[in-house]
């Protein structure tokens, strides 16, 4: 595998490559920095969206391509409850804690190894108290590139009982246009869960409208453009969206480059976020990066489901294996 160690603080690049696809990754903050195929006109793609220089990456939010941990999306008033005792953690978004807090996976340096030539592994160890989380915390995101599939591969254990939910925050976009809106999106999904104007999960409510209705394909913007309440509250799409089947639960295509992406996952569900926060910060060759001009794709558990379920899939017993993993596949349509 190529990789370049130049720098002095520790930051490595690697490049995943066949004969269709190049995929640069770091191990700042386990980070995807591109992905590059040939469409079905012969032009370049770079699938995802990123900055131009890694200190953007270091300053920054919008956790561009980035890991999110220990525990993707919101957490309530940063608060939680685990065996009795109640955590706290920094609140960094409205009166919620996003991402992991102030300074979650995605700004952090990992270790590295090369697994083989297309498979990098970076790997962590968050100490007992980290950002607020119980229990030391051994993390490993494993990046593997199979054929026209690239795997992210979770895995996580700790020395004392704590929660982990952990994701990726690619902004894809499969045709270099300015809008996600002519993208065309499929979802198996019957429900998604409405978020309250701060973007934290309604508690155990599930909804379903027209608009946000993505069972059978559909323009990105048959959502956007509507006046649909959920949409209006997220400005945008940035709801979790329940599976209702294992195979193909996310579809997203670009008539445009004729290229589809394909997700699988062994999570349950996904936040689908419209870029709705991006405000037009300079990304790779300067070109701003827009509102809505991108899509996440965000395989996890329920967000802050330790506030709404004691027995929440986010809590990692001591010794226990987290072990998930979320794919993405490039075919030409
Ligand atoms: C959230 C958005 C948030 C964004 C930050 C997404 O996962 O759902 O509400 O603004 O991350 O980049």
Redesign the pocket.
């Known amino acids: 595998m190529e990789y370049q160690d130049t720098r002095k603080d520790g930051i490595v690049f690697f490049l995943l490559k066949n004969d269709t696809n190049q995929i640069y990754v770091t191990n700042y903050g386990a980070t995807l920095l591109s992905w590059l195929v040939i469409d079905r006109h012969g032009m370049l793609e770079d699938l995802v969206l990123g900055y131009e220089t890694m200190e953007e990456y270091q300053t920054q ?3 561009l391509g980035a890991c ?1 941990g220990r525990v ?2 919101r957490i309530e008033r940063g608060r939680f409850t685990l065996n009795g005792s109640e955590y706290t953690l920094p609140v960094n ?1 409205g009166p919620n804690s ?2 992991g807090g102030t300074s979650g996976f995605s700004h952090r340096i990992f270790d590295w190894e090369i697994v083989n030539d297309q498979c990098v592994r970076f790997t962590l160890v968050s100490p007992d108290g980290d950002q607020g989380y119980p229990a030391t915390l051994e993390v490993a995101i494993t990046y593997t590139l199979e054929g026209d599939t690239l795997s992210i591969r979770y895995e996580a254990q700790s020395d004392a009982d704590t929660i982990v939910n952990l994701s990726n ?1 690619s902004y894809f976009n499969l045709d270099g246009s300015p809008s996600i809106k002519e993208h065309t999106l499929k979802i198996e999904a019957d429900r998604f869960i409405p978020v309250d104007a701060d ?1 934290l999960v309604v508690a155990d409510t599930f909804a379903m409208s027209d608009a946000m209705d993505f069972r059978q394909e559909k323009p990105i913007k048959q959502a956007l453009d509507s006046d649909d309440e959920a949409i209006r509250l997220g400005k945008g799409i ?1 709801h979790p969206y329940v599976f209702r089947t294992k195979t193909d639960p996310v579809v997203l295509a670009s008539s445009k480059s004729g290229l589809e992406l394909v997700v699988n996952t062994s999570y349950p569900q996904a ?1 689908i ?1 419209t870029a ?2 991006l405000d037009g910060r300079p990304g790779k060759h300067g070109v701003p990066m827009k509102a809505q001009s991108a899509i ?1 794709i ?1 395989t996890q558990y329920r967000p802050n489901d330790i506030n709404q379920d004691p027995q929440s899939l986010t809590i990692l017993r001591k010794g226990e294996k987290y072990d998930e993993w979320t794919s993405f596949t490039v075919r030409k349509r």
């Open positions: 939010d919008g956790y999110l993707a999306n978004n996003l991402h925050h973007g940035d936040q976020y709705n926060y996440c965000e």
